[in-house]
């Protein structure tokens, strides 16, 4: 390594962020650098000659290293990062990202035999990456949505217990009338809870990356239709027109997932819109950039749902996808709702392989989200919805 190399490499290991440990073969401490002793809380040279494995806890994982290039046959990307204990001088623990990656010589370039090239691959030592970086702005993150979810719990739980407190002293004061409102507003803030709740279990469960999807071919008419159904109460008080061309490509998607999507936004564009306005819902086929063969497949399937109410303002349109991302308006604040709707609404779309954007302006909001169509093998060996 020229000295200029070696300067750049010091120089970045000096002043990194995130914790970096050089071990040997034998799992000994041979370099490290201020991050990782500031994490342990000890000096560099009280770390290096000790064995990584008591200040380091891969649970297992380590087997995989980062850089195999095996078949991914947990479904698990070998690269991402794994979940790993640190355990300081203090005795305190804490689960941080980690990645580590075996150092080997076989980037010298120059002929070898099979034998050769083999020894030359069997690691001499590890490097270890502690991401510090991203694991205080994950528990950042994750404080923010312990208050957030612990205030807007407390919200509804107050008024329940004020109301049960006021049935339960002077429930013989109070007519019939009365206690009946106050029951009915027990309820409703019950409800809220539990829609609060299914909400924020649908939010862990995106990012836990647990959900389970089963993709099949469905039709982009059958799905909306039957969002409408299922929302006919609600939108007794508006027009709604639906649109989809004769013959339209089927999405490649869940078919649960896909009614969440749709019946989220097409529930906001109701709640979010004075009484007797129009929301239009259309599908259609988004064609591939036309190839050499001149095939004209539908790649995408665009929905897209507006409706002529409040409008978001621009500033505010990135927030909207936020958990608990609801912004101040008179409509917003008569309307029931937790603000992760749309936070939801997005992580499904990713997660169905698309995309969601929107447009608004006071009068007119639409949002579209356009989702994978499927092809035609996967129409033909799946059958239609
Ligand atoms: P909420 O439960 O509040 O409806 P969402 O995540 O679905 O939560 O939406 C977040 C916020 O985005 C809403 O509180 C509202 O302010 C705004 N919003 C969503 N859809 C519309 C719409 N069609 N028109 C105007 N504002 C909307």
Not at 171 to 196: C, F, N, P
Not at 245 to 269: H, S
Not at 305 to 321: A, K, N, T, Y
Not at 349 to 378: D, H, M, R
Request: overall charge negative; some cysteine.
């Amino acid at each position: 390594m020229s000295i200029k190399t070696e300067e750049i490499y010091r120089t970045l290991l000096l002043n990194s962020a995130d914790a970096v440990v050089v071990t040997d073969i034998a799992g000994l401490i041979t370099t490290t650098n201020p991050s990782f002793a500031k994490l342990i809380g000890a000096e560099i040279e009280e770390i290096v000659g000790h064995q990584i494995a008591t200040m380091v806890d891969w649970h297992g994982h380590e087997e995989t290293d980062n850089h195999k290039e095996s078949p991914k046959e947990s479904g698990e990307d070998e690269s991402d990062p794994k979940p790993v204990t640190v355990l300081t001088r203090a005795g305190v623990e804490f689960v941080m990202p980690a990645s580590r990656f075996p150092l080997t010589d076989s980037s010298a370039k120059s002929a070898k035999s099979p034998e050769e090239k083999e020894e030359e691959e069997k690691p001499w030592g590890y490097l270890t990456i502690i991401y510090v970086i991203q694991a205080n702005s994950l528990q950042q993150a994750q404080t923010e949505f312990v208050s957030t979810v612990s205030h807007e719990l407390r919200t509804p739980l107050t008024s329940i217990k004020g109301f049960a407190d006021t049935i339960l002293r002077a429930g013989d004061r109070l007519d019939v009338s009365q206690q009946r409102r106050y029951v009915g507003i027990i309820k409703d803030q019950a409800d809220r809870l539990t829609r609060l709740v299914e909400d924020i279990l649908a939010v862990s469960r995106l990012e836990s990356k647990k959900l389970q999807l089963t993709i099949r071919a469905i039709d982009p008419r059958d799905a909306i239709e039957r969002v409408q159904q299922n929302l006919t109460d609600k939108a007794k008080n508006h027009k709604i027109i639906v649109s989809v061309p004769a013959g339209l490509t089927p999405v490649w998607a869940d078919a649960d997932r896909l009614e969440q999507i749709l019946t989220n936004l097409i529930d906001n564009a109701i709640k979010y819109s004075p009484a007797g306005t129009t929301v239009t819902i259309t599908a259609r086929g988004l064609e591939k950039e036309k190839e050499k063969n001149n095939s004209s497949d539908v790649e995408m399937v665009e929905f897209s749902i507006s409706d002529e109410g409040v409008g978001i303002p621009e500033e505010h349109l990135p927030q909207v996808f936020s958990k608990f991302g609801r912004l101040d308006n008179p409509l917003v604040r008569q309307t029931e709702g937790t603000g992760l709707g749309l936070y939801i609404t997005r992580s499904l779309c990713l997660a169905l392989g698309g995309q969601i954007s929107v447009a608004s302006q006071p009068g007119n909001t639409t949002f579209t989200v356009k989702l994978p169509a499927a092809t035609l093998e996967q129409q033909a060996a799946r059958g239609r919805d």
